[in-house]
């Protein structure tokens, strides 16, 4: 029965920079985790069912204690199960998953909005930020400029600037649960800029005037080289001029 204190392993890794020691011998069938960086030391150990459990710890000395009881408590018969004392930071996903179903209780959406606001959180944020815990450490100006950087290589702007707004409301939530003390995206300068849209010229007053004179013109030569509906030998109902059309065949 062992018990041991360590720092976690990607303590000092940062965003796409993972810098952890090699992982030690990993039992059969256990995944190396990915790169999630925790400030916090761990307590391994087994409970009193045999079953593996860690606990982390802010500091060294904090999980160093708790071991030091544990070993006590075993040797005078005692069951003692240390508390951590960090508090569970939850991760992305869970913030993510209130603040879009009390955004959805709160707001009429278009259902074309709601589907791609869900496609987007699925497909590119919850893959690359779920397991996050959410902390100004993960989630930042620097962070979420690199996670824009990063999807604007994979999706057009549009896409993007749409589905930032879900992003920005997950991050809106967290700060409402306390978690982050501002919105990143919500800082003082734009984070990004998108491509322009390409856009249509809006007419100006003496164009739309210039087109309507045009399109009556034609209209009325139109039905003029087709003559009267009944001489065409057409019934009647093929010259429609409230609707503005005239087949003609
Ligand atoms: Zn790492």
Request: net charge positive; charged share 25%; glycine share 6%.
């Amino acid at each position: 029965m062992t018990t041991r204190v360590e720092q976690d392993r990607h303590c000092f890794c940062s965003p796409g920079a993972c810098v952890a020691p090699a992982p030690r011998k990993l039992a059969a069938g256990r995944n190396e985790g990915r790169c999630v960086p925790r400030r916090v030391w761990w307590l391994r150990t087994k409970n009193s069912s045999g079953r593996r459990v860690s606990i982390s710890f802010k500091t060294e000395l904090e999980a160093r204690t708790a071991a030091a009881k544990l070993e006590a408590a075993r040797i005078l018969g005692q069951d003692y199960q240390p508390r951590a004392a960090v508090k569970t930071v939850p991760p992305f996903a869970k913030v993510a998953e209130e603040a879009v179903k009390l955004y959805g209780q709160l707001h009429t959406q278009q259902p074309s909005t709601t589907a791609n606001r869900e496609w987007f959180l699925r497909s590119y944020l919850l893959p690359r930020l779920g397991d996050r815990p959410m902390m100004a450490e993960h989630f930042n100006e620097l962070s979420i400029m690199r996670l824009i950087a990063e999807l604007r290589g994979v999706l057009s702007d549009t896409s993007l600037g749409n589905g930032l707004g879900a992003l920005r409301m997950i991050l809106d939530h967290a700060v409402r649960l306390g978690l982050l003390s501002s919105n990143p995206m919500r800082a003082s300068g734009k984070l990004w800029k998108a491509e322009p849209r390409p856009e249509v010229d809006p007419f100006s007053s003496s164009e739309i005037r210039a087109i309507v004179r045009a399109a009556a013109a034609a209209a009325s030569a139109a039905s003029r080289a087709a003559g009267p509906a009944s001489a065409a030998g057409l019934p009647s109902a093929a010259a429609d001029r409230t609707a503005g059309s005239c087949r003609v065949r």
